[in-house]
């Protein structure tokens, strides 16, 4: 079971990225799945942004509330991270998680002021 996350980017102040995360696991294994992404600034600890619940649900953390938009294709086994409005306090390494301790390989978003 492996998660894959595309690759981050530099971006300005008021930019916006997206982030996939694909998995390596069955159509019914994934879409029974919740996803979530973290991340992990430098000098600090790795803190929860959002998650996609199985039945598309969402819920996300202060920061990213009205910024962020998480979604799932699950015939395509990839949930989505779209970030809008990016500020250098979003900057960091992300990361996807599922099933308990299987985490995507990380993947850097710088926000230049």
């Known amino acids: 079971v492996q998660l894959q996350a595309s690759r981050g980017g530099s971006v300005q102040t008021g930019g916006s990225l997206k982030l996939s995360c694909t998995a390596s696991?069955?159509?019914?294994?994934?879409?029974?799945?919740?996803v979530r992404w973290y991340r992990q600034a430098p000098g600090k600890e790795r803190e929860w942004v959002a998650t996609?619940?199985?039945?598309?649900?969402?819920d996300y953390t202060d920061a990213a509330k009205g910024r962020f938009t998480v979604s799932r294709d699950d015939a395509k086994k990839v949930v989505h991270l779209d970030m809008i409005s990016l500020k250098p306090d979003d900057t960091a390494v992300y990361y996807c998680?599922?099933?308990?301790?299987?985490w995507g390989q990380g993947t850097q978003v710088t926000v230049s002021s």
């Open positions: 996609v619940f199985e039945d598309g649900d969402t």
């Open positions: 696991v069955s159509v019914s294994m994934f879409k029974h799945s919740a």
């Open positions: 998680n599922a099933w308990d301790g299987v």
